[in-house]
Structures are given as structure tokens and as C-alpha cells.
């Protein structure tokens, strides 16, 4: 019986692949779950999940050429490049620009 009490009460653990992680990643940026809902809903635990977007997002953001990754936007007004929080791009930029006008 303690046996059985043990079992329920801890959790299996589950190892992913890279290419499983990245899509879980994935999943959860093309979501407006918080990550408490998610990791529940997806059997995560969340500091699991923090740690699996510090290791692969330092790998999304490495680029040879200087320039950081962002999500391109269109608008019907002038063209918009990208919007980052509060910030609108209308053209590329260096990286060490964005990180001056963010700091």
C-alpha cells in the first residue's frame, strides 16, 4: 500500500528531444497562455520550462552578423520593419543599436 502511495504522489519524469522542446517552445510563443498555464496544460514543470528557453533562446539569438532576431510586422502606413514592446522599426537595424536604445 505505501508502495502505490509513493507512486501517485511523485512524477514520472519525461526526457525530450531537442526538436520536441523546440516545438513545445514554439507552442508557447504562439500562445496568450502564461507559462503557469501552459507548463500545467503541457506537463511541465516551469522550471524546467525557464531553463529550456535560456539554453535554446541564446541559441535562436546567436547570429554571426550582428543583427538580433525579430518578428516582422506589416502596416498601411509607412512600412513597418518590426515592432519590439513599444518600439517600431521601420527598417533594419545593428543589434548594438537596439541594445543602446533598450538600455
Not at 75 to 82: H, I, N, S, T, Y
Amino acid at each position: 500500500m505505501e508502495q502505490g502511495a509513493q507512486n501517485a504522489g511523485s512524477r514520472t519524469r519525461v526526457v525530450r528531444t531537442e526538436e520536441q522542446i523546440l516545438k513545445l517552445l514554439e507552442e508557447f510563443e504562439a500562445n496568450t497562455y502564461s507559462v503557469k498555464d501552459f507548463c500545467m496544460l503541457s506537463d511541465i514543470n516551469e522550471a524546467t520550462f525557464y531553463s529550456w528557453q535560456k539554453k535554446y533562446r541564446s541559441k535562436d539569438n546567436e547570429d554571426d552578423n550582428g543583427f538580433s532576431s525579430i518578428e516582422l510586422v506589416s502596416g498601411d502606413k509607412p512600412q513597418l520593419f518590426a515592432e519590439i514592446g513599444n518600439l517600431k522599426l521601420y527598417r533594419e537595424v545593428p543589434a548594438e543599436y537596439l541594445k543602446t536604445l533598450l538600455s
